[in-house]
C-alpha cells in the first residue's frame, strides 16, 4: 500500500510540475495566442495592396438586368468578386441593345454597368440548361437578381430549391416595394423617386414635383444591395448557413432622403427657419415642401451665378454661408459692416433675409468664374462647390488619377469612359476590366469552373441549351 500511495504522489508531482511548464510556455507568447482564438489568420507579410482583393474567392450568379442589379454586382467584381452573368442566348442584357450610339457594338449604358463580370448564355427552359444553373448553385456563395416580382419561382429557382442544393447560398434580390400592398408593382427608377419621397421635396417650392439626375433609386439600391450581401457573407462564417437579402427600391430611396423624413417631424414643432420660405414670410403646409437649392443640412445654402453665366448653363456655384465663417464672407463680398450690424451678425436675425443675403453674395459670384471663387473661399474654409458639367468631370485629370473615371478598351467599340470603383481600399486594389460579350465565357465556365468534359459540352451545344434558337428559314418563292 505505501509503495502504491508513494508512486501515486510521484506521479501526481511530475503532472503538477508539467502543469506549471505548460502554463509558462503559454505566457511566453500571449499576442499570438489571442491571434488565433479571435480566428484571424496572422497579418500579411505582402506589400500594402499585393495581398490579394477584398472579396476574392467569393462567387456570385449574376442574373441581373438594367441598372439596380448589375450596379450591385459590378461592384462586388470591382472588390475581387468573380461574377458570372447569367444571359438569354442571342439576347443577353437588354441593355447592350439600348441607346446604342455605335452600330453594332454593345450601348454604353451596358458596359458602364457590367465591367469586371464573366458572361454565359444559358436558356433556362432547357434541361440542360437547367441542369448547368443548378450546378453553378452549388458552384456560387450568392444570386442575385432583379426580376419582377415570382419570376425567378416561376423559372423553378425557388428559395427551397436553392437550398437544398446549396445550403450556404445567399439569394439577394432587389424590389421595387417591400411586403405590403405594392409589392407587386414593377418600378422603374423615377418611380422609385417619387414613392421614396425624394420628388415631392425636390424642385422650387411654386413649380411641380422633380426627379434628380442621380440615379438614387436604379444605382442608389444597388449599393444597398451590396452592402447587404457584404454583411451576409461575414455572418455565415459564423453560422455556415446562407439567407435571403431584400432591398427595395423605395425604401433605399427614403434612406436617401431621410432628412426629409427627419423635417417632417420637426414641422409638428414649427416652421423650418432654414428654408428660404420662412425668411420671405410664406406659410408651412402639413407636409415637407420643395426647397429648391436650399440646403438640407441646416447651414443655409444657394446656387449663385457666376461669371459668363449668360452663355454657359454651368456657370454656377453652390454657395453655403457657415456661421463660422460669416465674417470671412463679409470680407470677401465687401460688406465688413454686416458682422456687427444687428440684423445681420447672428444666424437667427439672418434667417428672414437670406434671399437679399444670397443676391448680395451673387453680385460677388458674377465678378468671377466658379473655379476663382473655389480659390477664394476654400482659403478662408468658406464651403462651396462649383457646379460641374459631365464634359468637365470626364476631363479633369484628378479624377483619372484616382480611378473615379477610367478608360477601357472595348473591342467592338473602342475605347469609352465608364466609373471606377467610388470605394477606395488601402489594401485591395480595383483592377477596372471591359464588359464581356455576350456569351464570352460560356466555354471557359462549363469546362474551367464547372468540370463539364469535352463531349459533355459538344452535347450541351448540340441540345440548344446555351445557343438561340435558328430563325425559320424563309420558304422559296
Not at 499576442?31 to 490579394?52: C, E, F, I, M
Amino acid at each position: 500500500m505505501t509503495t502504491k500511495k508513494a508512486k501515486k504522489s510521484k506521479v501526481k508531482a511530475k503532472s503538477k510540475a508539467a502543469a506549471k511548464k505548460v502554463v509558462k510556455l503559454k505566457s511566453k507568447k500571449p499576442a499570438a495566442k489571442k491571434a488565433v482564438s479571435n480566428g484571424l489568420p496572422r497579418p500579411s507579410t505582402k506589400p500594402w495592396g499585393q495581398a490579394g482583393k477584398a472579396l476574392d474567392g467569393v462567387r456570385i450568379l449574376d442574373f441581373t438586368h438594367v441598372q439596380s442589379g448589375p450596379t450591385c454586382t459590378q461592384l462586388l467584381a470591382y472588390m475581387g468578386a468573380d461574377v458570372i452573368k447569367v444571359e438569354r442566348p442571342g439576347v443577353g442584357d437588354i441593355t447592350r441593345g439600348q441607346l446604342r450610339d455605335v452600330k453594332g457594338a454593345d450601348s454604353l449604358y451596358f458596359t458602364m454597368l457590367n465591367g469586371n463580370k464573366r458572361s454565359i448564355t444559358i436558356d433556362s427552359k432547357n434541361p440542360k440548361g437547367r441542369e448547368i444553373l443548378d450546378r453553378l448553385i452549388k458552384y456560387c456563395d450568392v444570386l442575385v437578381e432583379n426580376f419582377a416580382p415570382g419570376a425567378l419561382d416561376r423559372m423553378g429557382l425557388t428559395w427551397e430549391h436553392i437550398h437544398k442544393l446549396n445550403p450556404r447560398m445567399i439569394v439577394a434580390s432587389v424590389k421595387g416595394f417591400g411586403p405590403g400592398p405594392y409589392e407587386d408593382c414593377k418600378v422603374y427608377e423615377n418611380v422609385a423617386q417619387c414613392a421614396g419621397g425624394s420628388a415631392s421635396t425636390t424642385g422650387f417650392r411654386d413649380g411641380p414635383p422633380l426627379v434628380t439626375g442621380a440615379q438614387i433609386g436604379d444605382s442608389g439600391t444597388g449599393l444597398h444591395l451590396a452592402f447587404g450581401i457584404v454583411c451576409a457573407l461575414h455572418q455565415r462564417l459564423r453560422t455556415g448557413r446562407g439567407q435571403k437579402v431584400l432591398t427595395a427600391m423605395q425604401d433605399g430611396v427614403l434612406n436617401l432622403a431621410r432628412v426629409k423624413l427627419r423635417d417632417q417631424q420637426r414641422l409638428k414643432h414649427g416652421p423650418l427657419t432654414e428654408y428660404s420660405q420662412y425668411g420671405e414670410g410664406i406659410a408651412f403646409g402639413d407636409a415637407v415642401p420643395r426647397a429648391g437649392n436650399d440646403s438640407g443640412g441646416g447651414q443655409p445654402g444657394w446656387i449663385l451665378k457666376c461669371k459668363g453665366w449668360e452663355t454657359d448653363p454651368d456657370a454656377y456655384i453652390y454657395f453655403i454661408t457657415q456661421a463660422p465663417v460669416w465674417e470671412a464672407i463679409c470680407d470677401i463680398i465687401g460688406k465688413p459692416e454686416w458682422k456687427t450690424d444687428p440684423d445681420y451678425a447672428k444666424p437667427p436675425a439672418r434667417l428672414p433675409r437670406l434671399k437679399h443675403i444670397f443676391a448680395t453674395i451673387e453680385q460677388w459670384t458674377m465678378t468671377k468664374t466658379k473655379f476663382e471663387v473655389m480659390e477664394i473661399c476654400n482659403a478662408r474654409d468658406i464651403p462651396v462647390g462649383p457646379i460641374l458639367s459631365m464634359k468637365e468631370i470626364a476631363e479633369e485629370p484628378s479624377l483619372r488619377k484616382t480611378g473615379t473615371v477610367v478608360e477601357v478598351d472595348h473591342p467592338t467599340r473602342g475605347k469609352y469612359l465608364t466609373v471606377g470603383n467610388p470605394v477606395k481600399m488601402s489594401d485591395s486594389i480595383t483592377e477596372v476590366k471591359r464588359s464581356p460579350l455576350l456569351g464570352e465565357h460560356t466555354d471557359e465556365i462549363l469546362g474551367k469552373v464547372l468540370g463539364y468534359t469535352a463531349a459533355e459540352m459538344a452535347a450541351i451545344k448540340s441540345s440548344g441549351a446555351i445557343t438561340a434558337p435558328e430563325k425559320p428559314k424563309a420558304e422559296a418563292a
